[in-house]
């Protein structure tokens, strides 16, 4: 058995106020499990993205958060929960005045390819194709290579 806290986890703050990762704690071979505080205009990742492997979970804690997808939009309260299935794009965000707090659940561990849904301006290509290293993240179009960053 193992055990954390989540004043035991480390803060890795990147688009909400709060980001906490439990996986590798853990040891948690088959799943991912991170816990979110947003403040209001806070936002769960960068934008409208998918992961091609990975269905994914969020249990509201406290507050409401409103979730998107390409066709949908819904609000999240306290003691609910949305799933969204490998592939589904989404994107969730703290459009209220009150904090957030989630967990969020991925399965399997590796998401795969993770698609952010930023047109290419080079090519016409409908997404990049999200990369996470040390430097932060960066796209990149699956047919020309357009980096819409530079």
Avoid: W
């Avoid at 990149?140 to 960053?149: A, H, I, K, M, Q």
């Amino acid at each position: 058995m193992q055990k954390v806290t989540l004043d035991d986890l480390e803060n890795n703050p990147m688009n909400a106020d709060v980001t906490k990762h439990a996986t590798e704690p853990l040891n948690l071979n088959n799943l991912a499990l991170n816990y979110f505080e947003l403040e209001p205009g806070d936002e769960f990742s960068g934008g409208l993205h998918t992961h091609m492997n990975q269905e994914e979970v969020f249990y509201v804690v406290e507050g409401t958060a409103t979730f998107r997808t390409k066709d949908d939009e819904t609000a999240v309260e306290s003691g609910e929960i949305v799933r969204f299935e490998p592939g589904e794009y989404q994107s969730g965000k703290n459009e209220g005045e009150q904090r957030v707090r989630a967990i969020a659940l991925g399965a399997p561990q590796d998401a795969g390819e993770t698609r952010v849904a930023v047109p290419c301006q080079e090519c016409g290509a409908d997404y990049h194709v999200a990369e996470v290293g040390d430097d932060g993240v960066s796209l990149s179009c699956p047919d020309c290579g357009n980096d819409p960053e530079q």
